[in-house]
Structure formats: structure tokens, C-alpha cells
């Protein structure tokens, strides 16, 4: 059995933000897309893929810059500092 036959046990803005915070130089929206497929088998639609980036945004977790056609994904500031500063 496929892994597209079963559910998924991880959300999909999880498996974004931990692809995001692995490229902290950030990611294209392609990119993503791509690394869904080959390493967690995942077919997305972008608009399924839009939503979670929406989700990420909309909390505070990543900033999302339109270059031509094509997204990129960063983590946010607040979030970087979090992760590797604390509060300070």
C-alpha cells in the first residue's frame, strides 16, 4: 500500500515549516512542491499548498515574497530569533 492511499499522520504546514527552518535562506515554492513528492510522497495542489503557507503566515512563523511567478518562503524573523536566541 502506497503511501498516498493513507492518511496523513503529519499536517501539512508541519512538514512545510520543518522544510522551511531546514533552508533558513529560503525556499521556493517549487521547491516545496518537489521535496513533498520525493521525500514524503505527497502529491499537493497549490491551492492545498497555499493554504498552509496562509496558516504559517498568518501566525507569525514565515514571511512569503512573490519573485516573478514564483514564491519564496523564509522563516520569520521572530521565529528565527526564537529558535536560536530565547527571549531576551
Avoid: C
Avoid at 34 to 62: C, H, M, T, W
Amino acid at each position: 500500500m502506497s503511501k498516498k492511499t493513507l492518511w496523513r499522520t503529519t499536517p501539512l504546514f508541519r512538514v512545510v515549516i520543518e522544510e522551511v527552518l531546514s533552508k533558513p535562506e529560503g525556499i521556493l515554492e517549487s521547491e516545496i512542491i518537489e521535496i513533498l513528492k520525493k521525500r514524503y510522497d505527497i502529491d499537493v495542489s497549490k491551492p492545498e499548498l497555499y493554504q498552509a503557507l496562509i496558516k504559517l503566515e498568518l501566525n507569525g512563523f514565515i514571511k512569503v515574497e512573490h519573485i516573478g511567478k514564483e514564491m519564496k518562503i523564509r522563516p520569520s524573523k521572530t521565529m528565527m530569533d526564537q529558535l536560536l536566541g530565547g527571549s531576551r
